[in-house]
Every structure is written in structure tokens, then in C-alpha cells.
């Protein structure tokens, strides 16, 4: 069965880095659109970041310039590292894998950024 297995959150303070990974099986991996989503208290969830099968990237301008995502195919792993991080990058963290007849779901990472 598909699995998306994000991991990496926690606790970190203002102006810290995270890194998160999302580890897929049951896919296949190449093929698919990976996108970062996040979702915060009382808010909707939001698309951070996303990556094509051809490593083309797309980033929410909140997060431009401290977020960067990559991808490892042969490791079948989506990465998102997170720089200079504010209290209101906390959130859940939820990976996804996408074409245009599937979607799939991680069960998200929480992120709390806190002094």
C-alpha cells in the first residue's frame, strides 16, 4: 500500500533551521508531484512548497528565501529545510504526492517554533 512518512519535526526557536523528510513507498516516485502543506490552528492548510518530477520548484512567498525543498528519486524522499524560522511556521506538516489521477497523504509532522 502507499505510505508517506513524514518526519523531522519538533521544537525549535525563532531563527532556527529544521530539516523535514518524507519517506514514500508504494509509489512510483518519479512520477509524482511532491508537495509540503501546513496546516496551523484554526486555519486552513496551506501549500508551502511543491516539486515536479522535473525539480521544478514552487514556494508560498511567506516562506521564500528560507525554505528550500529537493527530492532524491532514487531514495524515494521528499526533503523541505527550513531556515530562519518564525513562530508563525508553526504548524503540522503534511507531505503529499500528486499526479493528475492520484493524490496521497502523509500523516504530517507538527512544527512548533517557540522561544
Known amino acids: 500500500q502507499v505510505q508517506l512518512v513524514e518526519s523531522g519535526g519538533g521544537l525549535v526557536q525563532p531563527g532556527g533551521s529544521l530539516r523535514l523528510s518524507c519517506v514514500t513507498s508504494?509509489?512510483?516516485?518519479?512520477?509524482?508531484?511532491m508537495g509540503w502543506y501546513r496546516q496551523a490552528p484554526g486555519k486552513e492548510r496551506e501549500l508551502v512548497a511543491s516539486?515536479?518530477?522535473?525539480?521544478?520548484?514552487n514556494y508560498a512567498d511567506s516562506v521564500k528565501g528560507r525554505f528550500t525543498t529537493s527530492r532524491d528519486n532514487a531514495k524515494a524522499t521528499v526533503y523541505l529545510q527550513m531556515n530562519s524560522l518564525k513562530t508563525e511556521d508553526t504548524a503540522v506538516y503534511y507531505c503529499?504526492?500528486?499526479?493528475?489521477?492520484?493524490?496521497?497523504w502523509g500523516q504530517g509532522t507538527q512544527v512548533t517554533v517557540s522561544s
Open positions: 503529499s504526492a500528486q499526479t493528475a489521477v492520484s493524490s496521497h
Open positions: 508504494g509509489i512510483t516516485f518519479s512520477l509524482y508531484r
Open positions: 516539486i515536479t518530477r522535473d525539480d521544478i520548484t
